[in-house]
């Protein structure tokens, strides 16, 4: 294997644990964000997130020469996804989850890879292989299966369902955006910038819809807003917008289908939330969709090497 070979496997490797350890930690979040909600306002829960998590990811490039965003369109690209990837998908995520269990939230927010795949053409001129859609398709009826049986017959739980796909279509049209616009913006400041952003809104959001609202700052809700703010935002959307720079967004957005088997299980074992059949059933299509829609990216790769290998002998 000569040196080429080498660090493209070694760079396939690195992906793969950076995706592995994202499913890990936004895996756990959902029933972290539930627990926290139960006594903080959700505005105020995710704005306190979102401000730890831009100390914690600015102040680590004090003393490094790292290139700040340069001109308008970076930074316009980072204020607009303060708001679209950050402020308002979580304000909705946080609200949803005092009417609907964790576990439902994570298997509705697995919707997400087929808005992607939808928003792709439209915005990057690039075609999804069609046997990704086929398997997303199918990924998504179960998870439609899911949202009627499980939520139709409560209101709030209804809307909060509904809240969780709003944000689903959002982190979509988000994803892609990063993509074209942040390409060349290093993921620890663009994520760094955003949350500080989105932190503001959200502390604007607070005063004006919770100031009524009381607060109970109980270990358990202290335990799970750090990890939140370490881990799930801090340490995971620097790894997030790093991948994104590697992969495919339809391809990254995958992760959303793994996470909701993990939040499942946690729900389950620490939540004391219950797993019913239709639920098992989503997991395993969902699952499934994953590697179907990886297989079909690499074929379409291996494709379009051999057509270009042909080109070359012909030539």
Known sequence: MGQADHARASLTRLQISGYILLCLIWGTTWLAIRIVVHDVPPLKAAAIRFLIAAILLLSSILFRKTKWPQGASQWNAILILSVTVMALPYALLFWAEQYVTSAMTALLFSAMPLAVAMFTPLMMHRKVPRGAVYALVVAFGGILALFVDGLSANRRGLWGGIAVLTAVVLSSWSVIFAKKRLQDVAPVISTGLQFLFAAVLLFWGT?????????????????????????????????????????????????????????LMEGYLLGGESIRLIMIVSMVVVLGAVGMVLRAEAA????????????????
């Open 300 to 315: 379409e790769a291996l494709v379009g090497d051999r057509i270009l290998f042909a080109r070359g002998e012909a030539e």
């Open 207 to 263: 005063w004006a819809l919770e100031s009524h609202r009381q607060t109970n700052w109980s270990k358990q809700a202290i335990a799970a807003l750090a990890f939140l703010a370490t881990f799930g935002s801090a340490a995971a959307f620097a790894i997030y917008y790093w991948l994104l720079k590697q992969m495919q967004p339809y391809q990254l957005s995958t992760i959303s289908l793994v996470v909701p088997i993990i939040a």
